[in-house]
């Protein structure tokens, strides 16, 4: 064999154990990948999730639990309770006890209880406070409160973030069309100045950032 076919042979040789040793490199990586993902999301997918609002720590009460429907779709069912009988402080003048409850349903583009996530919610609640908590009444009816319910129709959108295999974070917003019926009463003696009166409007109804435990 000449010095000039040495040569090519080499090259040749050279070029083919490179190429020949890339499987193995992209097996190494990809091995790399699914050592995390287990590591984080663990082999079996999620199905449940229960969280709590961190809102819990200005007396709101918040849980809710989650299953999953689909490896992209899940079900959610909240709740909520607000017992302000006087306010609170400067911040709502009146009376706010609230219980709420919600139904939801979310579609995650990557996987269920991971990343971005949107869906329609409905819900119903019953409450006593004042409209002037509502940024279209703010400043309003400081001398009077409502006592009444409401159906509330919408969408919610939110990310859930994924520390561990079982613990996460969820932040989310939600708004839509409410309509409701409620009386009016003063704040001075409790009398009633109006019998049952109705109102609807757009508007944000529910927002949340969640600490997440799901298995």
């Given amino acids: 064999m000449s010095i000039h076919n040495r040569h090519i042979y080499a090259l040749l040789l050279t070029v083919t154990l490179f190429f020949s ?9 990809d091995s790399i990948r699914t050592a995390r993902q287990e590591r984080l999301f663990g082999g079996e997918p999620v199905k449940t999730a229960v969280k709590l609002n961190a809102a819990i720590a200005a ?16 079900v959610a069912l ?13 911040l709502i003048d009146g009376p706010a006890v609230i219980a709420m409850t919600f139904v939801e349903g979310r579609y995650y583009p990557v996987q269920s209880f991971r990343g971005f996530f949107a869906g ?10 004042s409209k002037g908590i509502h940024p279209m009444y703010w ?19 939110g990310y859930a973030f994924t520390l561990t295999k079982h613990w996460g974070i969820e932040v989310s917003l939600g708004g839509g069309y409410q ?3 409620y009386e009016g009463h003063n704040s001075s003696d409790g009398s009633m100045y109006i019998g049952w009166n ?3 409007e757009w508007l944000l109804y529910k927002a949340a950032v969640n600490i997440i435990y799901k298995w």
């Fill in 21 to 29: 040793s890339l499987p193995a490199y992209t097996e190494d990586r």
């Fill in 59 to 74: 007396g709101i009460i918040n849980p809710s639990v989650e299953f999953r429907t689909h490896e992209n779709i899940t």
């Fill in 78 to 90: 909240e709740g909520v309770g607000v017992f302000y009988p006087k306010g609170f402080g400067k």
């Fill in 120 to 129: 329609p919610n409905l819900g119903f609640s019953a409450w006593t406070l």
């Fill in 139 to 157: 400043g309003s009816y400081s001398d009077s409160y409502q006592v009444g319910y409401n159906f509330m129709a919408g969408v919610t959108a």
């Fill in 179 to 181: 309509c409701g019926k």
């Fill in 198 to 200: 109705g109102s609807g």
